[in-house]
């Protein structure tokens, strides 16, 4: 190979930048979750979610599935132990969804469950995936 076919490198006088977790969890949001919408508009005809239904996703991410679930009149109640798209899920949803950190037990799941306990729990998250926050994860 001849010199000109190689293109050599520069030293940065700086390091890398990285990326901030919650622009990196909007780009995620952005990019990926439009893919998503038939699947969560399926399974939502299918288990008749509507008003009446009280619905806790585990797994929740940036809150698409919660904001899809809300718009058919279900109360959601959202935990993810990802805090970068836990946080792009409270901007986007309003202030009667409970949001919070953490698994099934956590406060915020416990808070909203009341006496009267949720009729649908949705994971579209394997569940290795949900308990990768070892033993305080969502399938804890």
Do not use: K, N
Request: charged share 25%.
């Amino acid at each position: 190979m001849t010199s000109t076919l190689v293109r050599r490198r520069r030293p940065h006088p700086s390091p890398p930048r990285t990326a901030d977790p919650h622009d990196r969890a909007r780009d995620w949001a952005e990019i990926q979750e439009r893919m998503l919408v038939p699947l969560y508009e399926a399974v939502y005809e299918r288990l008749d979610i509507g008003a009446g239904t009280r619905l806790l996703g585990l797994g929740c991410g940036s809150g698409l599935a919660l904001l899809m679930a809300a718009g058919r009149g279900a109360d959601v109640c959202g935990v993810d132990t990802d805090e970068p798209r836990l946080a792009l899920a409270r901007e986007r949803l309003a202030d009667p969804v409970r949001l919070g950190p953490g698994g099934p037990e956590s406060a915020c799941a416990r808070e909203a469950a009341g006496t009267s306990g949720f009729t649908v729990v949705t994971a579209f998250e394997p569940l290795p995936a949900l308990a990768a926050g070892g033993p305080g994860g969502l399938a804890a």
